[in-house]
C-alpha cells in the first residue's frame, strides 16, 4: 500500500472539480462539504494535491489545506463526511494505509476496519494485524499525546472485543490514565468503549434475573458514562442526551428516556447529531413512546424513522445486513402498529403497512429504470455468484477502464462489489424518490373505477387492521374506512401455524415433510385457514362491499395473512377478489401487453412428471391453431443455458414441471430444468457421494450443513463450489451443489435411492439474468411456483414471481402451493383454451383465472376423465398414456375438484391485461 505512484494527469483532473467547489465555496460549510466529498472519494490523492496546491500558492490554499487535514482526521476517527454507502469502506482501505506508514496510529485502522461486518474480505484480512500493531504500541506513555493515544488505543481494544478475558485488565488500565488525560474526545470514547461492556453484562444480568449483578453492572454504567453525559451537556453536544436516555432506559425509567430522545431530535443542537444517531434517537422514541403509552410521540416521528429504515433495508444487496435492517423495520412497524391502533390514525396505518411491503423488489424495479442500469445488474450478477459460493471475495472485478473506477479515486478498485452496489442502490433510489413514494388514499382511490374498492389487511400484536378505499372515495368523506379488530397476530400464528392438527403454513412452508406431521390433511388445513379468515373479515367484507355496492375488491394481505388465497374465502367467492402483494402494485395505465408470439413450452424437463409432457403438447397445439409460433423445447435442449436462449426474444412462456418455494431464502425459489452434459451423466452420482465423503461440513449431519468443495472437470484448473446438504423430513434428503456463477445441481434422495435430479434456474438467476426481457406473460404449471417469502411481519413478495416481474415479465399466471401433475395438466390445458378462445382485443386475466377455477370447482367427474383424457391423445409415449388414464380410473364420484384445494391454486401477479393482436 505504501508505494504508489504519482497522481497522473487523469486524476488531477478528476479531483479538480472538488478542489474548485472547496475554494470558490462561499461558506464554512460548503468549502467543508467539496473538501469531504473529495476525501471519501479519493482518500490521500486529495490531500496530496491540496498540499501541492498549498506549497505552489499559499494564498488561497493553506486555508483550504489545513481544514482538509482536519477534515480528513476526523473521518479517519469514524465522523461521517458523505451520505456516500460506501463509505466505511473507503475510510478502511485509508486508514490501512495510515497505520502502514504510521504504526502508533493503528488504533484507527482497528476502529475503520471495526465498522465493516464481521465477513467483510477487509476486516477478515487485516483486523487481527492491526489489532497487534496497537497492542505493540501500548507503550507506558511519558506526554500527554501518548496519554491520549493510548486511551483511543485501549477504547478500540475494549470495543472489538467486549467479552474478551483481559477486558478487565484494559478497562482498568484506562481509568488509570483518565486523570492524565487532557483531551476530551479520547477520554469520551475510552469512557463510552467501557460503559458498553458494563452495559452487556446489565442486560445479560437482567436476562439472567442476576439483580445484584444488574446493580452492580448498572453502578459501573453511571461511573463511566454520567462524566461524558455532563461533558457534552455542558457543550451544548446533543449526542449527551441520547446516551443520558440509554442510561435511563436501563434503570427502567422509560419516561424520563423518552423525554431526552425527544429533545435529542426537536432541541436547538438537534442538526449536530449524525444520521446514525438520529436514526437511533427515532427508534428509540418508537420503542419508549409504546412502552409508556405516549403515542402521540410514536406517530409525530413514525414517517421519519420508517422511511429512513426502509429505505436502508430496501437498498442494502448484502443479504445478512439486509435481514439485520428488516428487524429494526419489524421492530419500528410493531411500534407504529401499536400506536396506530390506540389513536385510530388509519392514515398513518395505511402508510407504513405499504412503505414496508414488497421494499427491496419495488426499490429494485425502480433502481432497474435508472441511467446505471446495466452497470447495477453486473454488479448484482457478482454479488449473487459471490452468495452462492462460487464467485470468490465479492471484489469490484473493475479495471482501468471503468468509467465509475476513474471517476472515484483508486480506492474504488479495492472497494467490493457490494459496497459499490450499495453506494450505485441508494444513488439510483435517489433519483426515484417520488416513484418509489407510496400512493396516497386519495391517489388510490382515484385510480379505482366506481364500484371498486381496496381492502389492506395486516396483523400484529395490536390486532387485525381492516383498511377500506373506495373508488371515487367514501360518502363521509373519509379517506381510510374500516378498522382495528381484536385479533392479535398471535391468534392467527395460532390457526395457521397450528402443531396438532399441522396448519395451513407447514403446509406451504414444508411440502417435503408436511405428511409426517401430526394430523397432516393438505386440504382440511386450508379448509380451517380459510374458515378463519372468513369469520375474521371475509363478513365484514362482504357487508362493507354489498353497503357500498361494490362488484370488484382489491385485496392487500401483509405479513401472515398474505399466506391465504383470499379469494378461496367462502363469503368472498361471489365477488371479484384480485389479490395484490401493495398498492404501488395496483395495475398501472401504461397499457395492455400484446401477446403476438413467439411462445416457449417448456414441460417435464427432469423427465419424472409423465402428465406435464401432455400438458406441453396440449398447450402448444392451442397456441399454433390460435396462430403464434411455438417453440416446444425437446427434452434433452431443456437446460438452463436452453430454456434461457429459447426465451429470449420470446413473449409467452409455459413452463410445466417440477418447482420449489423457498418461503425463508426466496432467492433460492426455482424452476427444475434439466442439468447440462457435465452434471447429467452417469458418473454424476460417484462424484456427488465423492465430494459428500470429503467434504469439511459446518453444522451438524441431521441439520442444514455445507462444505467449500473444488469441482475439476478434467479442462482446467479446479474451480470453487459449494455443497450443501439437508434433511427436510419425511425421509427426504436435499442436496444442493453450486457449481458455476448461474449454476445449482439438486439431488433428491428418499432414504439413500436418488428420486430426482435437476438443474434450478434459480429466482435469483432470473433476477440478474437478461433472458426475461421480453416476455409478456409466463404461465407457471408448476408446484408452488407462485411461493413466496413467509413474515410475521413486514412481507416482502419474493420467490419466482418477484424475480420475474424484476426481470421484465408484465404478466404471471402461478401456483400458490403444490398441486397433483394431473390437476395442474388440467387446469392449464383449461386456463389456455379459454384464453386462445377470446377474440382479439383485450383479455382481463383475473376475470380468465377466475372462470378457469369456477369451471375446475364444479367440473363433474365425467368431464373431468374426458379432460384427462384428451390430454392423454396429446401424450407423447405410453408411459405418458398408462398415467393419464390411470388418473382419470382414479378421480373421486361427484365433483372431483370442489374443495378449495383442488380449484383455487391459480393467481395473477402483475398487470392484470393482455391483448391478442388482431390476425394478420
Avoid at 465555496?25 to 494535491?49: C, K, P, T
Avoid at 414517517?303 to 428488516?326: I, K, S
Avoid at 392467527?492 to 403446509?507: E, R
Wanted: a negative charge; charged letters at 25%.
Amino acid at each position: 500500500m505504501t508505494d504508489r505512484p504519482p497522481i497522473n494527469v487523469r486524476e488531477t483532473r478528476a479531483m479538480t472539480g472538488f478542489l474548485r467547489d472547496a475554494v470558490e465555496a462561499g461558506s464554512e460549510q460548503e468549502r467543508d462539504a467539496a473538501l469531504d466529498a473529495g476525501i471519501v472519494a479519493w482518500g490521500r490523492e486529495f490531500v496530496d494535491l491540496l498540499r501541492f496546491a498549498a506549497g505552489e500558492a499559499p494564498d488561497p490554499w493553506q486555508p483550504v489545506l489545513d481544514a482538509g487535514l482536519t477534515r480528513l482526521l476526523r473521518w479517519l476517527g469514524g465522523a461521517v463526511l458523505t451520505a456516500r454507502a460506501d463509505e466505511d469502506e473507503r475510510r478502511a482501505i485509508v486508514a490501512l494505509e495510515v497505520a502502514e506508514l504510521t504504526p502508533a496510529l493503528a488504533r484507527l485502522a482497528v476502529e475503520a476496519l471495526r465498522r465493516l461486518p464481521a465477513g467483510h474480505p477487509l476486516r477478515r484480512e487485516h483486523l487481527d494485524v492491526a489489532l497487534a500493531r496497537a497492542r505493540r504500541h501500548l507503550v507506558d506513555p511519558q506526554t500527554d499525546d501518548e496519554v491520549e493515544g493510548r486511551l483511543l488505543t485501549l477504547g478500540s481494544l475494549i470495543d472489538q472485543d467486549p467479552d474478551g478475558e483481559d477486558v478487565d485488565d484494559l478497562v482498568a488500565e484506562g481509568e488509570r490514565l483518565l486523570p492524565r488525560g487532557r483531551d476530551p474526545f479520547s477520554r469520551r470514547a475510552f469512557r463510552m468503549a467501557a460503559g458498553a461492556v458494563f452495559m452487556g453484562r446489565l442486560i445479560a444480568s437482567r436476562d439472567a434475573e442476576d439483580r445484584a449483578g444488574v446493580t452492580d453492572a448498572a453502578r459501573r454504567v453511571h461511573e463511566l458514562l454520567d462524566p461524558v453525559v455532563e461533558g457534552l451537556t455542558e457543550a451544548g453536544d446533543a449526542t449527551a442526551l441520547p446516551l443520558a436516555a440509554l442510561a435511563y432506559e436501563l434503570d427502567d425509567d422509560e419516561g424520563a428516556a423518552l423525554d431526552l430522545y425527544l429533545r435529542a431530535l426537536d432541541g436547538e443542537h438537534a442538526e449536530a447529531l449524525t444520521e446514525e444517531q438520529r436514526l437511533t434517537a427515532l427508534t428509540a422514541v418508537l420503542r419508549t413512546g409504546v412502552l409508556v403509552g405516549r403515542h402521540e410521540p410514536v406517530t409525530a416521528f413514525a414517517r421519519e424513522t420508517l422511511g429512513r429504515l426502509v429505505f436502508r433495508y430496501a437498498t442494502e444487496p448484502d443479504p445478512q445486513r439486509a435481514g439485520e435492517q428488516r428487524e429494526a423495520v419489524d421492530a419500528a412497524l410493531a411500534n407504529i402498529g401499536s400506536a396506530c391502533a390506540a389513536t385510530g390514525d388509519l392514515d398513518l396505518l395505511l402508510w407504513a403497512l405499504e412503505t414496508t411491503s414488497s421494499a427491496r423488489l419495488r426499490y429494485r424495479r425502480a433502481i432497474r429504470q435508472g441511467r446505471s442500469a446495466a452497470s447495477i445488474r453486473k454488479l448484482e450478477a457478482a454479488l449473487w455468484s459471490a452468495e452462492r459460493g462460487t464467485g470468490g471475495t465479492g471484489s469490484s472485478g473493475g479495471g482501468s477502464g471503468d468509467r465509475e473506477l476513474r471517476r472515484e479515486g483508486r480506492a474504488a478498485r479495492q472497494v467490493t462489489a457490494v459496497a459499490r452496489l450499495r453506494e450505485a442502490h441508494r444513488r439510483e433510489a435517489l433519483r426515484h424518490r417520488r416513484e418509489l413514494a407510496v400512493p396516497t388514499a386519495d391517489e388510490v382511490s382515484g385510480r379505482l373505477r366506481r364500484g371498486e374498492g381496496v381492502a389492506v389487511l395486516g396483523a400484529g400484536r395490536w390486532g387485525t387492521a381492516v383498511l377500506l378505499l373506495e373508488g371515487a372515495g367514501p360518502p363521509d368523506g373519509e379517506a381510510v374506512g374500516g378498522g382495528v379488530l381484536d385479533e392479535p397476530l398471535h391468534a392467527w400464528a395460532n390457526t395457521l401455524g397450528s402443531d396438532d392438527p399441522a396448519g395451513w403454513a407447514y403446509a406451504v412452508g414444508l411440502p417435503w415433510a408436511f405428511d409426517t406431521l401430526a394430523g397432516a390433511d393438505r386440504r382440511a388445513a386450508l379448509e380451517r385457514a380459510l374458515a378463519k379468515a372468513d369469520e375474521q373479515v371475509g363478513r365484514l367484507l362482504l357487508a362493507w362491499s354489498g353497503e357500498r355496492g361494490l362488484d370488484r375488491v382489491w385485496l392487500v394481505p401483509h405479513g401472515i395473512l398474505g399466506l391465504l388465497p383470499w379469494w378461496a374465502v367462502p363469503s368472498l367467492r361471489g365477488l371479484d377478489v384480485r389479490q395484490v402483494a401493495c398498492l404501488a402494485m395496483l395495475p398501472s395505465a401504461r397499457g395492455a401487453a400484446q401477446l403476438r408470439g413467439p411462445a416457449v413450452v417448456v414441460g417435464n424437463a427432469t423427465g419424472d412428471l409423465p402428465a406435464a409432457s401432455a400438458e406441453a403438447g396440449s398447450v402448444a397445439a392451442r397456441l399454433r391453431a390460435r396462430g403464434v409460433p411455438v417453440a416446444d423445447l425437446p427434452v434433452d435442449e431443456c437446460t438452463e443455458d436452453g430454456v434461457a436462449a429459447a426465451v429470449s426474444g420470446a413473449r409467452l412462456l409455459h413452463f410445466c414441471g417440477h418447482a420449489t418455494s423457498e418461503m425463508t431464502d426466496s432467492a433460492r425459489s426455482a424452476l427444475h430444468v434439466r442439468p447440462d452434459p457435465r452434471w447429467s451423466g452417469p458418473s454424476v452420482l460417484e462424484e456427488l457421494d465423492r465430494l459428500v465423503a470429503g467434504a469439511s461440513w459446518r453444522g451438524e449431519p441431521d441439520e442444514a450443513r455445507s462444505a467449500e468443495v473444488r469441482l475439476d472437470d478434467g479442462t482446467g484448473p479446479p474451480l470453487p463450489g459449494l455443497l450443501r446438504e439437508e434433511d427436510v423430513g419425511g425421509g427426504v434428503t436435499l442436496r444442493h451443489l453450486e457449481h458455476g456463477p448461474a449454476g445449482t445441481l439438486q439431488a433428491v434422495y428418499v432414504g439413500d435411492r436418488l428420486v430426482r435430479l435437476a438443474e434450478l434456474w434459480s429466482a435469483g438467476d432470473m433476477a440478474v439474468s437478461g433472458a426475461l426481457r421480453d416476455v409478456r406473460l409466463a404461465v407457471l404449471s408448476a408446484c408452488q411456483s407462485g411461493g413466496g417469502a413467509l413474515s410475521l411481519g413486514s412481507d416482502e413478495l419474493g420467490g419466482l414471481p418477484a424475480a420475474m416481474l424484476l426481470a421484465g415479465v408484465r404478466s404471471i399466471v402461478c401456483t400458490a402451493w403444490t398441486v397433483d401433475d394431473v390437476l395442474a395438466a388440467v387446469s392449464a390445458d383449461l386456463l389456455w383454451e379459454l384464453l386462445c378462445a377470446q377474440p382479439s382485443g383485450l383479455v382481463d386475466l383475473y376475470v380468465l383465472v377466475g372462470e378457469v377455477r369456477d369451471r375446475l370447482a364444479q367440473l363433474s367427474r365425467d368431464d373431468a376423465a374426458r379432460r384427462i383424457g384428451d390430454l392423454r391423445a396429446a401424450a407423447p409415449d405410453g408411459r405418458t398414456r398408462f398415467r393419464l388414464e390411470a388418473a382419470a380410473a382414479g378421480l373421486a364420484p361427484g365433483r372431483p375438484f370442489a374443495r378449495p384445494f383442488e380449484w383455487a391454486p391459480l393467481y395473477v401477479v402483475g398487470e392484470p391485461l393482455v391483448r391478442w393482436r388482431p390476425a394478420s
